[in-house]
């Protein structure tokens, strides 16, 4: 089915580590967003890419890089993770601003100790 | 500025009863109002959006209430249903950008 893909779906990393999340859209999309949803706080926007070689901080992007490494990939990385970084992390994309809505994937769930 | 602000936190009804779920904003750039619904472990999915052009919309049994001058907005669910638990996000958009800024969620529980 045609959406938004994220790798892995759980994740447990010790303090320290690092790691890449992936995000993969097969409808086309131009833009990319990367989100962080902690209870009580709603989504937060980390980072986001509005098209192919272009990426823009969001609210949170402190302790975050990401790559737009094609019109259909989008990782999250954290170098360092530290345990202020456990969170869902939930990729979008939308096909651009005239047409909304942004469509999610089901989301990352990483845990770091 | 930035702020959506939701309540309430959290919300329980019958089935058959309308809740409701109220959002407030600052910024008056924000010109497109969506709300979304999610189910545990599963991304956030579109449910309805307004623009404030427009004072009231309805899809089905999901109707946004919006009052531009107070700078409110709200979402009704008429005979609601225990398949409407979820937990529901209001958000907006400023003008002339496609980011989202998000409130801090409603989780409902209808029961039967």
């Known amino acids: 089915n045609a959406g938004v893909t994220q790798t892995p779906k759980f994740q447990v990393l010790k303090t320290g580590q690092s790691m890449t999340l992936q995000c993969a859209q097969d409808?086309?999309?131009?833009?990319m967003y990367w989100y962080r949803q902690d209870p009580g706080m709603g989504l937060r926007l980390i980072y986001y890419?509005?098209?192919?070689?272009?990426?823009d901080k969001g609210e949170v992007p402190n302790g975050y890089n990401v790559s737009r490494l094609n019109k259909r990939e989008f990782s999250l990385r954290l170098e360092s993770a530290a345990p202020s970084q456990t969170s869902v992390y939930f990729c979008a994309s939308i096909l651009s601003r005239d047409r909304r809505p942004q469509h999610f994937g089901d989301g990352t769930r990483l845990s770091i100790l | 500025q930035q702020q959506v602000k939701q309540s309430p936190q959290s919300l329980i009804v019958q089935k058959g009863g309308i809740p409701i779920i109220n959002c407030a904003y600052e910024?008056?750039?924000?010109?497109?109002f969506p709300w979304y619904q999610q189910f545990p472990g599963k991304g956030p999915a579109l449910l309805i959006a307004?623009?404030?052009?427009?004072s009231e919309k309805k899809e089905g049994r999901f109707t946004i209430s919006f009052n531009k001058s107070a700078k409110q907005f709200s979402l009704h669910i008429m005979d609601s249903q225990p398949g409407d638990s979820a937990t529901y996000f209001c958000?907006?958009?400023?003008?002339?950008?496609?980011?989202?800024?998000f409130g801090t969620g409603t989780r409902l529980q209808v029961f039967p």
């Open positions: 409808m086309n999309h131009n833009s």
């Open positions: 890419s509005a098209s192919e070689g272009t990426t």
């Open positions: 910024n008056t750039a924000f010109d497109y």
């Open positions: 958000a907006a958009s400023i003008l002339n950008t496609d980011k989202l800024i």
């Open positions: 307004i623009r404030p052009d427009v």
